[in-house]
């Protein structure tokens, strides 16, 4: 440490630790950031770059992960997928303060979409940043007939451009060796004179052009008004492109290839539908079956409760006896070691990465942004539009995981819609295996009624929400990428670095929540409230007394909650009730913990305070009708 | 005409985006106004899919309501 020598800052004013990502570097690094549209294979590169270690962190102030890693001296820094850069959402707010302090750029370009992916690499040369551009999936170039002149394009841009074919790993060293040559392109002479005059006000290229583009946040840390040449400067940005690509690409004729054939039948309303069906039944069966039934009933049964409890027991037990306070905490029924550990490692980490695998998936086909279009008109009635599709299908799986990608609807109001809905109305997969076998038993009437009475909650929920929440919704208006087949070790790394994020930001807050569960075992807080809530149980919800129980095991998970209906003789419509509300019933204590973290403590509190309210009001209103009825 | 009039196939001029937003994101996917667009396909009640070149994009129904487009018939003339 003490080796670290000042030394002058480097172009645009940041060492390797500025925007508060930290990498144990010296302080005369250069920072190399990774920019490109969404899909262009930006991953590829970063994992070129990046070597084995990563760091995949949470960028300060947001939810949004953010890879890094050292490349010989230097730190090379992944950025969110864009079209542009502005402020217009959280993932572009991180994107632009990373490039903001990026010493050099390396934009990575899609060559088949050049004239949409060319937008941002002159905005960046409009920011002044010295650019190597990387001009990717050549090899889809060359099969759809097109043409690109790519010395004249590097010569228009004024920066090197290198052809590449990043999964085959064609040019990637190109690309490194050109990093000695990157540097600032010919910019629009237009914007030269504005430039220069913002410049001196804010004193960086960069931050000149955002505050001319009318981001308020730039504007506001430099004390002054946002411009509004914003829309002037993309009309002539657009033109210029335009007229880029009208001389480098040519093409000698324009036919549909068999994938472009298949991406319109996946829209088509009659083919559409089956494929969409088939679809999800492929996801259900690897996350709902392989992963969440067998996989898991090996890690968490076999493994974790087989193996790893009584190992742990024996362990613990000689030296702090289960018996007292502390060996309760530690290795009883919530210990810290015991259940914990289980539900960490033997469930929550296969569910996740199985979770995250088939996102991977959905994302690297292109057939997500298909999906959203298809289900859009369904969920525009809820206040939400298509995109919410993602954590609402996630959310039959975990609901935990499906709260977090809730990030990615447009706006606050969206967020809350889904989120509600996720944490009020969607069983998770978990619970909805025992919720099945408990259906089962009381047959096909009982549960449609059962299926009918969520639904309805669901949908009025989402309904009530869209109506009393203040402001609109976003409406959809999304690029659709070409379907494209799955990289196998790009969608299994892609999953691996989420979950790995996942994990770490998780494990903290679980031990946390077992801890209090644990505690209040120990001082009896647990049996007080058990008798508290018994009094509801039986004279509103007209069942048994013991299924408070129930009810006080799904505080701590879902599941719990249901399984705890096992051992009662309920009758059928005891049953319906019963389920009714354990669906309801607060989400389990990592969802809840997530919730928090996403949306803050006053929504989280409203929400889980909310879910008690509709749970036991509703359960117990169905249960005075049922009486009444039959 | 209101882009959410277009019927798949047709090709059009977008004339007019008047939310601002929507604009300039249309601009970065490379379609402005005075652009030629295709209709890729139409969901029932649901978004509108334009094509220009390789791109696509999906527009949700009540944003395609908002949009003005002129219709261009395949021999280059306007209707």
Known sequence: MGKEVKVAKTTHGGHCHSGSLALDLPENCEKIVLVGNPNVGKSVFFNYFSGLYVDVSNYPGTTIEISQARYKNNAIIDTPGIYGVSSFNDEEIVARDIILSADKVVNVVDAVHIERDLFLTLQLIDMGLPLVVALNFMDEVEEQDLKIDVDLLSDLLGVPVIPTIAVKKRGLADVESALLEAREGHQDSFLHKKLHEMLSR?????????????????AARHGIEPAADREEIYVRRRERVNDIVGHVVSEARMSETIRQKIGRLVLNPIAGIPILALVLYGLYELVGVLVAQIIVGFTEKTVMNGYWEPFIRGVVNPIISQKTALGTILIGE?????????????????????????????????????????????????????????????????????????????????????TAILQWAIPCSAQLGVITVLLAAIGG??????????FLVLVTIGTVLSRWLPGQSSPLLIDLPPLRFPKPSNVVRKAATRTYGFMKEATP?????????????????????????????????RLPKEAATA???????????????YAMHLSAMQTVVALVTITLFVPCIASIMILFKERGAKQAVLIWIGSWILAFGLGGILAQLLVRVI | MSLDQVKAGEEVIIKRIPDSMAKTQFIRFGIGEGSTVICHSKIPFGPVVLRKNRQEIAIGRGLAKTITVERRSRSGKRS
């Open chain 1, 202 to 218: 804010v004193g960086s290229q960069p931050e000149a052009l955002m505050v001319l583009e009318g981001d308020p946040y730039v």
């Open chain 1, 334 to 418: 919530f210990g810290l070691l015991t259940m914990t550990v289980t539900y960490l490692l033997g469930l929550l980490l296969p569910l996740v990465f199985g979770f995250y695998l088939a996102l991977a998936l959905m994302e690297d086909s292109g057939y997500l942004p298909r999906l959203a279009t298809l289900v859009d008109r369904v969920l525009t009635s809820i206040g939400l539009n298509g995109r919410a599709v993602v954590p609402l299908i996630l959310g039959f799986g975990c609901v935990t995981m499906a709260t977090i990608t809730t990030r990615l609807l447009g706006t606050e109001r969206e967020k809350t819609i889904a």
């Open chain 1, 445 to 454: 009437a009982y549960t449609l009624l059962y299926a009918g009475i969520i």
């Open chain 1, 509 to 541: 807050w679980f031990f946390m929540g077992a801890l209090i569960v644990s505690v209040m075992q120990v001082t009896g807080m647990l049996n007080i409230w058990q008798n508290l809530w018994a009094p509801i149980t039986t004279g509103w919800l």
């Open chain 1, 551 to 565: 009810f006080v095991m799904g505080l701590v998970r879902r599941d719990f909650g249901a399984a705890g209906l």
